[in-house]
């Protein structure tokens, strides 16, 4: 039984054949709303990155590394490692943001638990397989994937209070009405209350949980969302209604591209590393024109399934 009020996951009949240790992630699934061709091509096909995802190359890789550097630094100071030490000598803009940190740092947390870079996870998705012989229509049924979340930071406390934050390197503060609607605001407290019954701090129930992201670009406004059981019944609804979708195409016909529309093309595309074989253009778009960091689209470096056997099992349950 599920730790929220939801319905258990519904029977889905998988005709996309995905690696058995594929996790689905925030990252995956808003790849498939955003554009059903992109997950076929990266989760899928797992094909590698044809092209850079944005120009200037040099500029965006060093953005991308000084966001890791800054994840880093602030899982040291959140351990309890000297921020004095930790700030010494840094190259800008990491300076700047960590000081940035050191000054709006989320002060009203709950303190008796902290997990960082915690990653946590639940089935995805059930398929049946029908009892021996009986001749009735009984079956049992058994997971088929997971929906995996990584978390920068959890805070919780004895009472059940849980804050989950998530610190964003982007040039601008994501406008809350976009950040509401993306994935990784329905997966991370959906996630994180199923999966919290076996945690030291849980079960959690929806409305004990906070959602928050703090931004380097603002750090005296991070965007906060409350979570409740309407929305957690809701978030049940829309995953396992994206998961049917995903799961029942089979070839990449099935997960069409994004209609060919100059404001598409502009949002998506030109920050895509599959615009060439799409015949979607050639030059990768600017990071000045990109106007909602949260648009960007990389698939984890090291894998397209993103969560390694190794990450799987020390998962909650
Ligand atoms: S280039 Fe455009 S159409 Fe092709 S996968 Fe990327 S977003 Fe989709």
Wanted: aromatic share 10%; net charge negative.
């Amino acid at each position: 039984m599920m730790q929220g009020m939801s319905p258990v996951s519904r029977t889905v009949t998988p005709a996309l054949n995905l690696p058995e240790t594929f996790a689905f992630s925030q990252s995956s699934l808003q790849a498939y709303e955003d554009c059903p061709r992109r997950f076929w091509l990266a989760y899928a096909e797992q094909l590698p990155w044809p092209a850079v995802e944005a120009e200037p190359v040099s500029e965006h890789e060093q953005l991308m590394r000084l966001g890791s550097t800054f994840h880093l630094l602030v899982q040291r100071a959140q351990i309890g490692l000297d921020p004095e030490l930790l700030g010494a000598g840094l190259e800008p803009p990491l300076g700047d943001w960590f000081n940035a940190y050191l000054h709006h740092r989320p002060t009203d947390l709950p303190s008796d638990f902290f997990e960082v870079e915690r990653i946590l996870s639940m089935p995805f998705g059930v398929a049946a397989t029908p009892l021996n012989g009986s001749g009735h229509a009984m079956a049992q049924t058994t997971p088929i994937y997971r929906l995996a979340a990584k978390y920068d930071l959890i805070a919780a406390d004895q009472t059940g209070r849980v804050v989950i934050i998530d610190w964003k390197t982007a040039r601008k503060r994501t406008d809350p009405a976009n950040l509401r609607q993306r994935l990784q605001t329905i997966v991370y407290p959906y996630v994180l209350v199923e999966a919290s019954a076996k945690l030291p701090w849980g079960p959690v129930q929806p409305e004990q949980v906070e959602m928050r992201y703090w931004f380097t670009a603002a750090p005296g406004q991070p965007v906060v969302f409350r979570y409740d059981r309407a929305q957690h019944e809701a978030n049940h609804e829309r995953l396992h209604h994206l998961l049917e979708e995903i799961l029942a195409g089979q070839r990449e016909v099935d997960f069409p591209t994004v209609y060919d529309t100059e404001i598409n093309r502009k949002r998506f595309c030109s920050f895509c590393v599959y615009r060439s074989r799409c015949n979607r253009g050639v030059t990768a778009g600017n990071l000045d024109e990109l106007a909602d960091a949260e648009d960007f689209f990389a698939v984890d470096a090291d894998t397209a399934l993103e969560f390694t056997l190794d990450d799987v099992t020390e998962l909650a349950f």
